[in-house]
C-alpha cells in the first residue's frame, strides 16, 4: 500500500516555472514506477512523465524539453520541474505510482496565465 501526497502548484505567469513534489509512504518506494498525470477541465487525464526505480524516464511529446521528472529513493520523493509554462499546461497535476497496481495522489492544481 502506497499513499502519496502531492504538491507544489499555484498561479503562474506564461514562461515562468513551478516544482511539483509528491512524498510517498512505504518502505520499497524504489521499485514503484513514478510518475506525474494531468487532467485539464473537459479532458482526459493524460501522461505527463514517468520515471522507473532505476531513471529511466519518459514524456509526453508537449512537454519534452521544458519539464524533468526526478526522484529520490531515499526520501521517498519525485518532483516535476516545469519550465516555459504555457496556458495549455493549465490542469490538476496528479502524482502516480506504479508496481502491480495505481496508486494516485489528491492532485494539485496548476494555472498558467497572464
Known amino acids: 500500500q502506497v499513499q502519496l501526497v502531492d504538491s507544489g502548484g499555484g498561479l503562474v505567469q506564461p514562461g515562468g516555472s513551478l516544482r511539483l513534489s509528491c512524498a510517498a509512504s512505504g518502505s520499497t518506494f524504489s521499485v514503484y514506477t513514478m510518475g506525474w498525470y494531468r487532467q485539464a477541465p473537459g479532458k482526459q487525464r493524460e501522461l505527463v512523465a514517468t520515471?522507473?526505480?532505476?531513471?529511466?524516464?519518459n514524456y509526453a511529446f508537449p512537454v519534452k524539453g521544458r519539464f524533468t521528472i526526478s526522484r529520490d529513493n531515499a526520501k521517498n520523493t519525485v518532483s516535476l520541474q516545469m519550465n516555459s509554462l504555457k496556458p495549455e499546461d493549465t490542469a490538476v497535476y496528479y502524482c502516480?505510482?506504479?508496481?502491480?497496481?495505481?496508486?494516485w495522489g489528491q492532485g494539485t492544481q496548476v494555472t498558467v496565465s497572464s
Open positions: 502516480y505510482a506504479a508496481y502491480i497496481r495505481a496508486y
Open positions: 520515471i522507473t526505480g532505476g531513471g529511466i524516464t
